[in-house]
T-cell receptor
């Protein structure tokens, strides 16, 4: 079993829909990261969380430390949100452990 | 601010050839990392460094070498390339471990034939 599990693996949506991507982890962490990877490959950091909730534009990330679970929400989804969303946790002080990613496609 | 810069973006190698993937960052970050990304898998850590002169192995170090002679640069060396090293490679950096943001390069797509 992977230490970081994401669900779903693939997600399709119509433009305007509310989207949720989930991340569960089984190790102690100091921080959790949500990353975005567009076709063409570059990885961009969206959020870094150690507790609570963060919001940036239409993106909201939450984390429940007790339940070892985080969610990434996208409100009013748009085709430009189509990408792979990756959850990663920092366990110990040095290393990031990555989930396998959720591939999101938003259709007009 | 350039952030993390990787070169080259694409490369095709023949089996047995060697090459160096370059990574440089201009944010004065202490921590630097090399990951590989294979289809359907999460990024796997190859090597990392917590400061100039210090390197350590990650999960999948076999077939690779690194050096960290300066804070800015963290090159990854492939000796005797094998088809199993066909992958997308990402360099990343952060100021420290713990609760600090990670910054990624654009990736290098390597094919070994």
């Amino acid at each position: 079993k992977n230490e970081v599990e994401q669900s779903p693996q693939n997600l399709t949506a119509q433009e305007g829909e509310f989207i949720t991507i989930n991340c569960s982890y089984s190790v102690g962490i100091s921080a959790l990261h949500w990353l975005q990877q567009h076709p063409g490959g570059g990885i961009v950091s969206l959020f870094m969380l150690s507790s609570g909730k963060k919001k940036h534009g239409r993106l909201i990330a939450t984390i429940n430390i007790q339940e070892k679970h985080s969610s990434l929400h996208i409100t009013a989804s748009h085709p430009r949100d189509s990408a792979v969303y990756i959850c990663a946790v920092r366990s110990g002080t040095d290393k990031l452990i990555f989930g396998t990613g959720t591939r999101l496609q938003v259709f007009p | 601010n350039a952030g993390v810069t990787q070169t080259p973006k694409f490369r095709i190698l023949k089996i047995g050839q060697s090459m160096t993937l370059q990574c440089t960052q201009d944010m004065n970050h202490n921590y630097m990392y090399w990951y590989r990304q294979d289809p359907g898998m999460g990024l796997k850590l190859i090597y990392y460094s917590v400061g100039a002169g210090i390197t350590d192995k990650g999960e999948v170090p076999n077939g690779y070498n690194v050096s960290r002679s300066t804070t800015e640069d963290f090159p990854l060396r492939l000796e005797l390339a094998a088809p199993s090293q066909t992958s997308v490679y990402f360099c990343a950096s952060s100021y420290s471990g713990g609760v600090t943001e990670a910054f990624f390069g654009q990736g290098t797509r390597l094919t070994v034939v």
